[in-house]
């Protein structure tokens, strides 16, 4: 089973900044094709944010694009979403996913909450 741990998150003012890092570790990371994000705001569906795939190829919800970057590395099995110009609607919990194509795995989750 490939583990996710999740760092980053936390409390911003509208405008501001965020990092989130994600690793993965264990089971079959080599086979992990996509890394990305999702997030999930109260009584709203699971959502993906960004991806980015094993060769670079990058993907980002249209809401979200320019403000934030997406970046993975291979050799460390970690990928990093950096959160600028953050707004009150970017509040939810963001999970690292990674997807071997057979399957996803999910990380625990953290919570990002934009004030206004």
């Known amino acids: 089973q490939v583990q996710l741990v999740e760092s980053g998150g936390g409390l911003v003012q509208a405008g501001g900044s965020l990092r989130l890092s994600c690793e993965a570790s264990?089971?079959?990371?080599?086979?992990?094709?996509?890394m990305g994000w999702y997030r999930q705001a109260p009584g709203k569906q699971r959502e993906l944010v960004a991806r980015t795939t094993s060769d670079g190829n990058t993907y980002y919800l249209d809401s979200v694009n320019i403000r934030f970057t997406i970046s993975r590395d291979n050799a460390k099995n970690t990928v990093s979403l950096q959160m600028n110009s953050l707004k009150p609607e970017d509040t939810a919990v963001y999970y690292c996913?990674?997807?071997?194509?057979?399957?996803?795995?999910w990380g625990q989750g953290t919570q990002v909450t934009v004030s206004s």
């Open positions: 264990r089971g079959s990371i080599f086979s992990i094709y996509f």
């Open positions: 996913a990674a997807d071997t194509l057979h399957k996803i795995y």
